[in-house]
């Protein structure tokens, strides 16, 4: 070192006092670089699984209120088709009864019976053949036609957003007799 001139001398200081110790914070830096890495990653990592747990959770619940929903929806509809078959079958039960009531009353011979007879109709829907396809589906053999109506879109502003609209199918109907018997009386 005595050797050297002082502009070396100066040079080799200059590298012990600012170069060394600047590799050395690089190297400190560049060492908290990767722990940081690792904690972003493991972080990130947990961040991402606790939201996807957290998001199927949503979403199974969010499917389980819909299904418990729509199968009470399901339930009240079928109860209320339910309820207006049986009230149907109830109130031609008593209109029948009304008819016995009447003809109890009545002085009877042939033509009053024949004439109330023949005044008791109701039109029945006719069905066609129905089959199963290849697909496993009921399918019937004739083309249903719907009745189109002048107006298709809801004639209520709350209705505009959600409408439904289906036409009416007119299907084949047959007046038929109610009664299937009448009996003729000697009188």
């Given at each position: 070192?005595?050797?050297?001139?002082?502009?070396?001398?100066?040079?080799?200081?200059?590298?012990?006092?600012?170069?060394?110790?600047?590799?050395?914070?690089?190297?400190?830096?560049?060492?908290?670089?990767?722990?940081?890495?690792?904690?972003?990653?493991?972080?990130?990592?947990?961040?991402?699984?606790?939201?996807?747990?957290i998001i199927i959770n949503t979403a199974n619940a969010s499917i389980e209120d819909s299904i418990k929903n729509l199968?009470?929806?399901?339930?009240?509809?079928?109860?209320?088709?339910?309820?207006?078959?049986?009230?149907?079958?109830?109130?031609?039960?008593?209109?029948?009864?009304?008819?016995?009531?009447?003809?109890?009353?009545?002085?009877?011979?042939?033509?009053?019976?024949?004439?109330?007879?023949?005044?008791?109709?109701?039109?029945?829907?006719?069905?066609?053949?129905?089959?199963?396809?290849?697909?496993?589906?009921?399918?019937?053999?004739?083309?249903?036609?719907?009745?189109?109506?002048?107006k298709k879109t809801a004639t209520l502003k709350d209705n505009e957003k959600e409408f439904n609209y289906i036409d009416?199918i007119n299907y084949r109907t047959k007046n038929i007799p109610i009664y299937k018997e009448r009996y003729h009386f000697?009188?």
């Amino acid at each position: 070192m005595k050797n050297l001139s002082i502009r070396i001398k100066l040079i080799i200081i200059f590298i012990l006092i600012k170069i060394l110790p600047l590799l050395f914070i690089a190297y400190i830096a560049y060492e908290g670089v990767l722990k940081l890495d690792t904690y972003l990653n493991k972080s990130t990592t947990f961040l991402y699984n606790q939201s996807k747990e957290i998001i199927i959770n949503t979403a199974n619940a969010s499917i389980e209120d819909s299904i418990k929903n729509l199968d009470k929806k399901s339930q009240d509809s079928l109860e209320k088709i339910s309820y207006q078959i049986a009230n149907q079958v109830a109130e031609f039960l008593y209109e029948r009864d009304k008819d016995l009531i009447f003809l109890s009353k009545l002085d009877l011979n042939q033509k009053i019976l024949d004439s109330f007879y023949e005044s008791k109709n109701k039109d029945i829907t006719i069905h066609s053949e129905y089959y199963y396809d290849e697909t496993n589906t009921y399918k019937s053999k004739e083309e249903f036609k719907s009745i189109e109506r002048d107006k298709k879109t809801a004639t209520l502003k709350d209705n505009e957003k959600e409408f439904n609209y289906i036409d009416p199918i007119n299907y084949r109907t047959k007046n038929i007799p109610i009664y299937k018997e009448r009996y003729h009386f000697l009188i």
